[in-house]
């Protein structure tokens, strides 16, 4: 019954910025563990960043204090602000709600770091 639908991906030098950005449709969007994960080719879909329905977070080791997730339940979206960017930050990078055990997954954005 959720959608995300994510955007803000595209190609990026190192060193520069980029906000991504998930709209969800649902009744309790507020309720959702929302998240962030990225899968690079070859790799395991991993954990970027984690935000509560009460703002708490939760970063992965390799972007704590360069990406910054946040929500505003508002306007149901949630939102990674990724600076400092490398290019192994490459990868789709897709939004995601949990609740319960049920899990709701966007159809993933391409973030590309290079020169």
């Known amino acids: 019954q959720l959608q995300l639908v994510e955007s803000g991906g595209g190609l990026v030098q190192p060193g520069g910025s980029l906000r991504l950005s998930c709209v969800a449709s649902?009744?309790?969007?507020?309720?959702?563990?929302m998240g962030w994960y990225r899968q690079a080719p070859g790799k395991q879909r991993e954990l970027v960043a984690r935000?509560?329905?009460?703002?708490?977070?939760n970063y992965a080791d390799s972007v704590k204090g360069r990406f910054t997730i946040s929500r505003d339940n508002a306007k149901n979206t949630v939102a990674l602000e990724m600076n400092g960017l490398k290019p192994e930050d490459t990868a789709v990078y897709y939004c995601?709600?949990?609740?319960?055990?049920?899990?709701?997954w966007g159809q993933g954005t391409l973030v590309t770091v290079s020169s």
């Open positions: 935000i509560t329905s009460g703002g708490n977070t």
């Open positions: 995601n709600a949990g609740l319960l055990g049920h899990d709701a």
């Open positions: 649902g009744s309790i969007f507020r309720l959702y563990v």
